[in-house]
């Protein structure tokens, strides 16, 4: 059983940055492809980009594309989501999640195990 813990969020006002963490535990995990999701409030959950924890290959959609970089740490087991030049609209709750092959994902059904979440919320 993986487990996802995620820990970052907060409040960010317009135009900064925020790091959010996934801490991943159990096993299997490092052959996993892992992304991440936002779910806006009164919206459905969206992908916001993921990761191949081995090999490192890389996808975002377009409208974070170059603004949310996603990177790992092997050592320490740990994804992150650099998220910059934030706009309002970017308020959700952010989870991690993980899909049991190494193989890209963009919709929820796709994955199989999830983070709690953690909110940001980003002022005007």
């Known amino acids: 059983q993986v487990q996802l813990v995620e820990s970052g969020g907060g409040l960010v006002q317009a135009g900064g940055s925020l790091r959010l963490s996934c801490a991943a535990s159990g096993p299997g995990f490092s052959n996993n492809f892992m992304g991440w999701f936002r779910q806006p409030p009164g919206k459905e959950r969206e992908w916001v980009g993921g990761i191949i924890w081995i090999g490192g290959y890389k996808d975002y959609p377009d409208s974070v594309r170059g603004r949310f970089p996603i990177s790992r740490d092997n050592k320490n087991n740990t994804l992150y989501l650099q998220m910059n030049r934030l706009k309002v609209n970017a308020t959700a709750v952010y989870y991690c999640?993980?899909?049991?092959?190494?193989?890209?994902?963009?919709?929820?059904?796709?994955?199989?195990?999830w983070g709690q979440g953690t909110q940001v919320t980003v002022s005007s």
């Open positions: 999640a993980a899909r049991r092959v190494p193989a890209l994902g963009v919709a929820t059904y796709e994955y199989d195990y």
